[in-house]
Nanobody, 123 residues
């Protein structure tokens, strides 16, 4: 439904930081739930973080709590995932997704996905 584009991936050393961005060219995501997911080769896709439509409530996987922060970029219509204290196990392709119907993080039925951006954390 909505074309999403992730950017900001790259290669960093353990303990480093990256900022990922989720954008919909020509469209604002300010009022949409945005979920972040990641997938490593041979592994199932897992949820990482989410920011809800409406109240902007945020959610994080236990593995990234205290290290990752999801936020809306006011005035830009985009959503960022700030990743700090990166670990090798954070390596994977990161995707953002949205529920076009505007459901919250806890009830979202993600129906629009980006192409993914690679994050590699290694020494």
């Amino acid at each position: 439904q909505v074309r999403l584009v992730e950017s900001g991936g790259g290669s960093v050393q353990p303990g480093g930081s990256l900022r990922l961005s989720c954008a919909a060219p020509g469209f604002s995501l300010d009022h949409y739930t945005i979920g972040w997911f990641r997938q490593a080769p041979g592994k199932e896709r897992e949820g990482v973080s989410c920011i809800s439509s409406g109240d902007d409530g945020t959610y994080y996987a236990n593995s990234v709590k205290g290290r990752f922060t999801v936020s809306r970029d006011n005035g830009k219509g985009t959503v960022s995932l700030h990743m700090n204290e990166l670990k090798p196990e954070d390596t994977g392709v990161y995707y953002c997704a949205t529920d076009v119907d505007g459901s919250s993080c806890l009830s979202a039925d993600y129906n629009s996905w980006g192409q993914g951006t690679q994050v590699t954390v290694s020494a």
